[in-house]
């Protein structure tokens, strides 16, 4: 069974708003990585949060860890179309195990 | 410094030919991962090398399926007598001792 579950599945926003998606986990992790993944391409990295971090940013992204949860968010503010893609979250539990483990992804579109 | 490499990008097989893939780390990575990807689906991991070595294929099928990463020269997965259910897209990612993989843009293989 898939490691990380995105949700919602699917979202729909208009220029300039913003975007959020969560993602939520099974098992102890030591790393949780966003990708992004425009239609037929290969994936992004995005940004890597640590099992001890509580949240992070990097530009538009920001990214938060509920280890108690076994969840993530993922915002992106003042979205543009560019953003239109597919998010995954992926979750590893080094140092024993570095295999990545992917949701099935939320897809984001944003309207002109 | 290229990012990872992955040829061919789209690849076409009958059923029972053999597909080969293959994965060019970027440079300075030593550890090579290979994924795949169904449509609507996030990425599945497959198997983990180092130069040489195989070191985790728990998600790899028993059957058909090899991989390799030589002392010279890129990564390969090959698959033997090719099935429809093998259609996906195959994605390979490098990484250097840090926690951050970096994916290639993927072969898309297609079996009539």
């Known amino acids: 069974s898939q490691q990380g579950e995105e949700d919602p599945q699917a979202l729909s926003i208009q220029e300039g708003e913003n975007a959020t998606m969560n993602c939520s986990y099974k098992?102890?992790?030591?790393?949780l990585q966003w990708y992004r993944q425009n239609s037929g391409r290969g994936l992004v990295h995005l940004i890597l949060?640590?099992?001890?971090?509580r949240e992070k940013h990097s530009g538009r992204l920001r990214v938060t860890l509920d280890t108690s949860k076994k969840s993530s968010s993922l915002l992106i503010t003042a979205s543009r179309a560019a953003d239109t893609a597919s998010y995954f979250c992926a979750t590893d539990a080094r140092p024993n195990d570095y295999k990545l483990s992917f949701g099935a992804g939320t897809t984001v579109t944003v309207r002109a | 410094n290229a990012g990872v490499m992955q040829n061919p990008r789209h690849l076409v097989r009958r059923r029972g030919q053999e597909a080969r893939l293959r994965c060019s780390p970027m440079?300075?990575?030593?550890?090579v991962y290979w994924y795949r990807q169904l449509p609507e689906e996030g990425l599945k991991f497959m198997v983990y090398l180092q130069k040489e070595n195989i070191i985790d294929e728990s998600g790899m099928p028993k059957e058909r399926f090899s991989a390799e990463f030589p002392k010279e020269g890129p990564s390969i997965l090959r698959i033997q007598q090719v099935v429809r259910g093998d259609s996906a897209a195959y994605f390979c990612?490098?990484?250097?001792?840090?926690?951050?993989?970096?994916f290639g843009p993927g072969t898309r293989l297609l079996v009539l």
């Open positions: 949060i640590r099992s001890n971090e």
């Open positions: 990612a490098s990484s250097p001792l840090s926690e951050t993989q970096y």
């Open positions: 098992t102890s992790i030591n790393n």
């Open positions: 440079k300075g990575h030593s550890h």
